[in-house]
């Protein structure tokens, strides 16, 4: 095998690939369904025509015979006016359009016998036509079903993919430590810039009356005596009481102060909402 003719194979090769990796099959279904309507088209033309022949065969036989008929009346005519010689004419003119008359009989006849089996192709060709019109309709949805379980593959396996996974834990990670940061920055702010002490206190505050409303649901609940209230008062009075001290310096005072003003607020706070539960 020459250079030239391996050369011509490989191209011819790579462009039968090329192609066939180009193929839709929706489009390569709807190319075939539409050839096959333009040559039914054609084929209903070549039917029409040979109709046509048919039809004109036929009138020509017709047309023969009645004149065929019409020699044969004038030879009897001749014959009744005692003319032997015309009547002799007239029958061979009768034999000419009765040869003629036959002639396009046996035409006929082929052509209708061509027709017929025209007819029974055109027929058949229409209902393959049909049925491939109902098969790539069913070929197309597979297709379509084919592409979309793919796609939804592609997807699943996307999904399965370890890094997409290892970057959202590591993000997390991130916003984890940015948060952790944030929280003990406020924390240092919170100790360097705020009054430590009345966060304390506040905190307290918020216990207290947390334990105040539980103490109240139990009594609404019927699980805790009436006098219940009066508890959480001496339990604060008790947590917050301190043994006495060796006298404290002056700033130590001052906190011994403002703790004293804010157990007084409390119990206050506490007498009347044990005053209120009472009533």
Avoid: C
Wanted: a negative charge.
């Amino acid at each position: 095998m020459g250079i030239f003719s391996r050369l011509a194979q490989l191209i011819k090769s790579n462009l039968n690939d090329l192609i066939s990796k180009s193929e839709d099959p929706e489009k390569m279904l709807n190319q075939i369904v539409l050839d096959m309507n333009n040559q039914l088209v054609e084929a209903k033309k070549q039917v029409a025509a040979s109709i046509a022949d048919e039809k004109r065969l036929a009138k020509q036989y017709e047309q023969e015979a009645a004149n065929g008929a019409e020699w044969e009346r004038r030879a009897m005519m001749a014959l009744r006016a005692g003319n032997e010689e015309l009547a002799k004419e007239a029958l061979s003119r009768k034999k000419e359009h009765d040869a003629l008359s036959q002639t396009f009989n046996d035409q006929w006849a082929k052509q209708k016998a061509s027709v017929d089996q025209l007819k029974r192709a055109l027929r058949m060709l229409n209902d393959k036509i049909e049925e491939a019109k109902r098969k790539k309709n069913v070929l197309i949805a597979r297709k379509k079903r084919a592409e979309a379980q793919k796609s939804i593959q592609e997807t699943m396996h996307g999904l399965k993919d370890q890094s997409a996974f290892e970057t959202f834990d590591r993000m997390s990670a991130k916003i984890d430590q940015l948060e952790a940061e944030a929280e003990a920055g406020a924390e240092l702010q919170e100790e360097y810039t705020g009054d430590s002490l009345a966060h304390k206190f506040q905190s307290l505050e918020r216990n207290a009356g947390a334990e105040d409303d539980l103490a109240a649901l139990k009594r609404k609940m019927g699980l805790a005596p009436a006098d219940a209230p009066s508890a959480p008062q001496e339990s604060v009075q008790a947590r917050v009481q301190a043994p006495p001290a060796a006298p404290p310096s002056a700033s130590a005072s001052k906190e011994e102060d403002e703790l004293a003003a804010a157990l007084e607020e409390m119990e206050a706070e506490a007498t009347g909402q044990a005053r209120k539960a009472g009533r």
